[in-house]
């Protein structure tokens, strides 16, 4: 088995360069999808004129942003740095978005460093007052880091904001029941909690333990991508806070779980990178799915005929 063919993408210059040629997307530029008007732009989120170019006339009613945590894995700045980066796209964010709108930012806190970004950045975000906070939701992951002198850190921040009054949708799940006992009594009849999980009239919390980390193994994985939402998390954003036929953005597309999720969901979606190799995979992703009913490539990746024939010369 061929576990995640690929590195990471962002660091592999070599590969990068061989990979370079077969994006359709320079920088500036954006993809038009044919079929349901979704956008992938090589854009930066941080560049008025570039969200300006990609949003036209439209305006968003819901906002899914996963931007760089400023944690090991990137090019740190400074936190004060970091969180100004932050409001130039909290603005554009802003500008793109109905009067009536939410908003989900994923963040992480770095235990190892005095929590930044996380909050830092929900201080910061006091400052938009048009954006009243509504849910500070965690997400488990099943890997983590900090085993041997520390609790582990398995958790995923999400926080959600609500401009205006935008829509909720009541979303029912599948969330296990991780403990035992907890009776309760329903139509006459005593229940413990593991039979009430086989109800389908379960909302989820703000604590989502239902949700599979992606890895090589599943269906949804894009081989070279680091930072890759689960789908399910990502379509229950959609499903609860936005309508059909609504638009929704994504600043920071990577593998394109946004795009793909609003795809399934019949949303349409304006999602940019800066990188053209992840803005290429975003679109190869949501190509893939259409030819194949696949959100991902498990054990192969999105450039393998590229890459297969270059191996054969
Ligand atoms: C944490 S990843 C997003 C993961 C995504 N939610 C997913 O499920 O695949 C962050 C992405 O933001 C992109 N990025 C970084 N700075 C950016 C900027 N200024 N504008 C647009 N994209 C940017 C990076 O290239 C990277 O692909």
Not at 150 to 179: C, H, S
Not at 202 to 227: H, K, M, T
Not at 252 to 259: E, I, R, S, V
Request: proline share 6%; charged share 20%.
């Amino acid at each position: 088995m061929n576990n995640n063919p690929l590195p990471r993408l962002d660091t592999a210059p070599e590969l990068r360069a061989k990979l370079l040629p077969f994006c359709r997307l320079s920088p500036g530029q954006i993809w038009c999808d044919p079929l349901t008007g979704h956008r992938v732009g090589c854009l930066d989120a941080t560049n008025p004129g570039h969200i300006r170019q990609l949003l036209g006339d439209a305006s968003a009613t819901l906002a899914v942003h996963d931007p760089p945590y400023n944690l090991v894995a990137f090019p740190r700045r400074s936190i004060e740095e970091y969180i100004d980066w932050c409001r130039h796209w909290l603005r554009l964010t802003d500008q793109s978005l109905a009067a009536d709108a939410a908003l989900y930012v994923w963040l992480g806190a770095d235990q190892n460093d005095g929590f930044q970004p996380l909050p830092d950045f929900m201080l910061m975000m006091r400052e938009f007052t048009e954006f009243a906070p509504r849910s500070f939701i965690t997400m488990r992951n099943q890997r983590g880091y900090g085993t041997q002198h520390n609790w582990m850190a398995v958790r995923q921040e999400l926080l959600y904001y609500a401009k205006g009054r935008p829509v909720f949708n009541v979303t029912y799940t599948d969330i296990p029941k991780i403990l035992r006992g907890y009776y309760k009594t329903v139509n006459g009849q005593r229940t413990e909690n593991l039979e009430r999980s086989k109800a389908d009239t379960i909302r989820p919390g703000n604590v989502w333990v239902d949700v599979q980390q992606v890895f090589y193994r599943l269906e949804e994985n894009v081989s070279g991508c680091y930072a890759q939402k689960p789908l399910k998390a990502i379509e229950r954003i959609v499903q609860a806070s936005s309508r059909p036929g609504e638009l929704v953005i994504d600043f920071f597309a990577h593998a394109g779980t946004t795009l793909l999720a609003a795809e399934r969901l019949g949303r349409r979606c304006f999602t940019i990178d800066t990188d053209p190799i992840f803005c290429e995979i975003t679109i190869r992703r949501l190509e893939h799915y259409r030819a194949s009913g696949q959100t991902g490539w498990q054990n192969g990746h999105a450039f393998q005929s590229e890459l297969d024939s270059a191996a054969r010369l």
